[in-house]
């Protein structure tokens, strides 16, 4: 017992005229990682918690949390250096050499931590958002200090730095409150298909879909004179909670289009070539030898 005492008030270190111990310094390590389980257990799950229980959006809900978290933290922090008897004018000689270190090795990390902060304070994207970034579709799942977890629809799960929702162009897809978005069909039938026909069909293919919104109305475009086609374009509105609806809205019309197309007998063209032959005189048929 003696000897635990002797280890436990052994002398490591003088600073400000204080001694630091080992007690000082077990003590405040176990102060430190008490400290740290509860905001981590207790101030987020709770806090969350309370949250959901209030109907709290869940945007503003984590920038709340976050606040709290942190500055938990902070405080356990100074807790722990005067468990430990370290006085603070400790960061007063460190000083200069925290903010060189801050500088060069930090500074990514406090972009993207302000970063973070705006992202929830202005909400370009939020929890639940559908987003599109440098070409990876996704939904918005969580929005952290450093970065914002997106999820992609094949199930993916992407760290996605904050500093690029605000340096990068980001597409979302439901920024807007009814989260409509306008998409568009392109298909291409015969020459000398009946184009007032053709465009009739389309109309009333969009009709028939329940998913199509509407108003505003759908538009019917003879678009183009293609090399093998005769172009047409519908463009409507659907309502989406993930971008693979307004695939499916779009798979579910062009079938209902191929089928009135088939009863009516109006063809969906295909890339093809025609080949004229003078039959005024008898086809020529060369045959060369091969060269040595």
């Given amino acids: 017992m003696r000897l635990f005492f002797q280890i436990w008030n052994t002398q490591l270190i003088t600073i400000g005229g204080n001694w630091v111990i080992v007690g000082d310094v077990v003590t405040a390590a176990f102060v430190l990682g008490l400290g740290m389980l509860f905001a981590r257990y207790f101030i987020r799950k709770r806090t969350r918690d309370g949250f959901m229980r209030m109907g709290v959006e869940p945007t503003p809900a984590i920038l709340i949390e976050n606040i709290l978290y942190y500055t938990t933290i902070f405080l356990i922090f100074l807790v722990s250096l005067q468990v430990a008897n370290i006085p603070l004018t400790i960061f007063t000689f460190l000083g200069g050499a925290v903010a060189i270190a801050f500088g060069f090795g930090a500074q990514n990390i406090l972009n993207n931590f302000i970063s973070g902060l705006i992202i929830m304070i202005e909400q370009p994207v ?9 070409g990876n579709h996704g939904t918005v799942e969580e929005v952290g200090a450093r970065c914002t977890r997106v999820r992609t629809f094949e199930g993916i799960y992407i760290l996605v730095p ?3 929702f605000l340096e990068k162009t980001v597409i979302n897809w439901t920024l807007s409150p009814n989260k409509n978005v306008r998409v568009n069909v392109r298909v291409g039938v015969e020459y000398g298909s009946p184009t007032q026909q053709v465009a009739q069909l389309l109309r009333q293919a969009v009709k028939e879909q329940a998913s199509i919104i509407p108003e505003p109305e759908p538009i019917i475009l003879f678009s183009d004179f293609g090399d093998n086609t005769l172009d047409f374009e519908v463009h409507f509105w659907v309502k989406i909670n ?13 079938f209902r289009i191929d089928e009135l197309f088939r009863e009516h007998g109006i063809g969906i ?3 093809q ?3 004229h ?6 086809l020529q048929v060369h045959v060369v030898s091969p060269t040595m």
Avoid: C
């Fill in 126 to 134: 939020r929890i639940g958002d559908m987003v599109e970034i440098e």
């Fill in 162 to 164: 904050n500093s690029v």
């Fill in 242 to 254: 993930t971008l693979m609806d307004a695939q499916q809205v779009k798979s579910d019309l062009r």
């Fill in 269 to 271: 063209a295909f890339p």
């Fill in 273 to 275: 070539r025609d080949v």
């Fill in 277 to 282: 032959l003078d039959t005024r005189q008898p």
